[in-house]
């Protein structure tokens, strides 16, 4: 049996860890001027940071209860499983509360509606 003898110790180092690679000093950096953005296809911002000239439209939403969100969440699977996108996004409008249920008032109906005590039999 042979036994190999070192004569220099075995240096073994490992991978850095993410905290020391995120926190360790960063070299200085020249600095230049910043690159020219690209818009690809999109109009170019002319001023930075500038008011909206138009007014985006705001959605209304409601507040969906528990019971809105499973519906929702019951009429999206339905939609997914009988293949109907239809019935899956109006699902979707539920869980989110964009349906359109309780946006329309009764301001002008005629009708009124008495209270009457319940009887108990």
Do not use: C, E, F
């Not at 818009?39 to 138009?54: D, I, W």
């Not at 999206?76 to 699902?91: H, Y």
């Amino acid at each position: 049996m042979r036994h190999s003898t070192r004569t220099t110790p075995v240096v073994r180092t490992r991978k850095p860890s993410l905290l020391s690679r995120l926190t360790r000093p960063r070299p200085a950096t020249a600095t230049r001027a910043p690159r020219a953005r690209r818009t690809y296809g999109r109009k170019p911002r002319t001023v930075l940071n500038a008011p909206a000239t138009t007014t985006v439209t705001h959605h209304h939403r409601r507040k969906p209860s528990m019971g809105d969100r499973i519906s929702g969440a019951l009429l999206k699977l339905k939609g997914t499983l009988t293949g109907r996108p239809g019935q899956k996004a109006a699902g979707t409008r539920r869980m989110r509360g964009t349906d359109g249920r309780g946006a329309h008032s009764h301001v002008g109906s005629t009708t009124t509606t008495t209270t009457t005590r319940r009887r108990r039999w």
